[in-house]
């Protein structure tokens, strides 16, 4: 079965840096996209950042881009997500995810998106 497991969560003081790791299992990684999630307390689940199959084309959340990065390494099933310059607004739970194949590269959406992993809590004081 498919599962995705997020790791490299924790608490940071503002302007440090995590690397999340999402390791991926139950099918054949290479085939499909990636996406990273996140939600706060209170708020709707937003998109953070997503990854084609190749690697080559990303999409980032306008208020992300240039903090954060995501990447991919097919050979170890694993995307991860550089996130530098951390701010206490980044608080929040962070989920990767399996993109749904449907022609598109990329994607923004929660609902375009099938799998989901249990999540990570990423922590950021001031």
């Known amino acids: 079965q498919v599962q995705l497991v997020e790791s490299g969560g924790g608490l940071v003081q503002a302007g440090g840096s995590l690397r999340l790791s999402c390791a991926a299992s139950?099918?054949?990684?290479?085939?499909?996209?990636m996406g990273w999630f996140r939600q706060a307390p209170g708020k709707e689940r937003e998109f953070v950042a997503c990854?084609?199959?190749?690697?080559?084309?990303?999409d980032y959340r306008d208020s992300l881009k240039g903090r954060f990065t995501i990447s991919r390494d097919s050979a170890k099933n694993t995307v991860y997500l550089q996130m530098n310059s951390l701010r206490p607004e980044d608080t929040a739970v962070y989920y990767c995810?399996?993109?749904?194949?449907?022609?598109?590269?990329?994607?923004?959406?929660?609902?375009?998106?099938?799998?989901w992993g249990q999540g990570t809590q990423v922590t950021v004081s001031s």
């Open positions: 995810a399996r993109k749904v194949i449907n022609g598109r590269l990329t994607a923004t959406t929660p609902a375009e998106y099938d799998y």
């Open positions: 990854i084609s199959v190749s690697g080559r084309q990303t």
């Open positions: 139950g099918y054949s990684f290479r085939s499909y996209g």
